[in-house]
């Protein structure tokens, strides 16, 4: 695996981005329609000095949020990742996903697949879809580009290589996003119980598909990180293409091996190592689908 590098598209990308957001306010991408309700600044964790207990905090910062996640790293370096999202990105991310029922009720049988995937879906049966996590991932990377660019500095501090730094970037996920299951609908909108990435972020939470998501697309911001996403029964994990150490979980695709990564947390668990639950989903035989993050 090479040195792990920025892809200067995305920075290109990003910046746009951000000149195009200096106006616009924070919006209604933070609140949830149903049950929940966030606090600009929150700190998970505990209170008591412990420094190995994963923490966050979330603050309103002119036109956008300033972020921190507090973790340990699989090297016991206890790190924090600071970094700000601007609110065009989340409010972008948060209505180019999901569909509404209206939207439905004017849908033609001809055009359904096309209409579901510019909605960030993919359509299994005609009457069944499914939130398309390589999708999500592909059109959200360049807005995580800030927190990639906070990873490559805490790479340069630590001295990490590609795989600590992989690792790094797994336990904050793991442990400072906080586990919950999004809803299948939000008002009367639909997201398939999936957050976009920089939704999940500027909330604090997610699941594991939202998780894998956004490993996916901080990850996709480096070159020579190859990724996919592993769908299993219920459950959907991360892998990361390399050559697995003795013991790792992996899978194969195209001839290539690919080392799994279980998002979801909230266990601490590096690079490699999965659930005995997870093992057992990987050796069925239908309901597994290995997915690119990349465009082939």
Same mark, same amino acid.
């Given at each position: 695996?090479? #040195?792990? +590098?920025?892809?200067?598209?995305g920075?290109?990308?990003i ?23 966030? #606090? ?8 008591? %000095? ?7 905090? =979330?603050?309103? /910062?002119? /036109?956008g ?5 507090g ?6 370096? &206890? ?6 999202? /601007? ?7 948060? +209505? ?27 359509l299994? *049966? ?14 959200? $990377? ?12 805490? *790479?340069? +501090?630590? +001295? ?14 793991? #442990?400072?996003? @906080?586990?919950?299951v ?16 920089? @939704?999940?972020?500027? *909330?604090? !939470? ?9 490993? %996916?697309?901080?990850?996709?911001? !480096? ?12 459950? $959907?994990l =991360? %892998?990361?293409?390399? @050559? ?8 194969? &695709?195209? %001839? ?11 266990? !601490?668990?590096?690079?490699?190592? @999965? ?9 069925? #035989?239908?309901?597994?689908? =290995? ?6």
């Amino acid at each position: 695996m090479k #040195t792990i +590098e920025m892809r200067a598209a995305g920075l290109a990308l990003i910046s746009i981005a951000l000149a195009a957001g200096l106006s616009n306010p924070l919006g209604h991408w933070l609140y949830p329609a149903q049950g929940w309700e966030l #606090t600009y600044e929150q700190r998970g964790g505990s209170d008591d %000095g412990d420094s190995e207990s994963p923490s966050q905090r =979330i603050q309103k /910062n002119g /036109n956008g949020l300033d972020l921190e996640y507090g973790f340990l790293s699989f090297e016991r370096d &206890r790190l924090l990742a600071k970094f700000h999202l /601007n609110a065009k990105d989340i409010q972008d991310s948060y +209505e180019e996903f999901g569909y509404l029922d209206n939207d439905l009720d004017r849908l033609g049988g001809d055009n359904q697949a096309e209409f579901f995937m510019s909605k960030g879906f993919k359509l299994l *049966r005609s009457d069944t879809v499914s939130a398309d996590i390589p999708a999500l991932v592909q059109r959200n $990377y360049p807005r995580l580009l800030p927190l990639a660019l906070e990873f490559e500095r805490i *790479r340069k +501090e630590h +001295e990490y290589g590609p795989w600590d730094t992989i690792g790094a970037v797994t336990a904050m996920v793991q #442990t400072s996003v @906080v586990y919950q299951v999004p809803p299948r609908q939000e008002g009367d909108k639909h997201i398939g119980g999936v957050l976009p990435p920089p @939704v999940a972020l500027a *909330r604090g !939470w997610g699941d594991c598909d939202t998780k894998s998501a956004i490993l %996916g697309a901080i990850m996709s911001n !480096w070159d020579g990180v190859y990724a996919v996403g592993v769908g299993l029964p219920g459950h $959907y994990l =991360i %892998g990361i293409q390399g @050559v697995p150490s003795r013991g790792d979980a992996y899978v194969e &695709r195209k %001839g290539s091996t690919y080392v799994l990564i279980e998002a979801a947390g909230p266990a !601490w668990s590096p690079p490699g190592n @999965v659930s005995e639950q997870t093992l057992a989903k990987l050796s069925l #035989t239908q309901g597994v689908s =290995i997915e690119p993050f990349w465009q082939e």
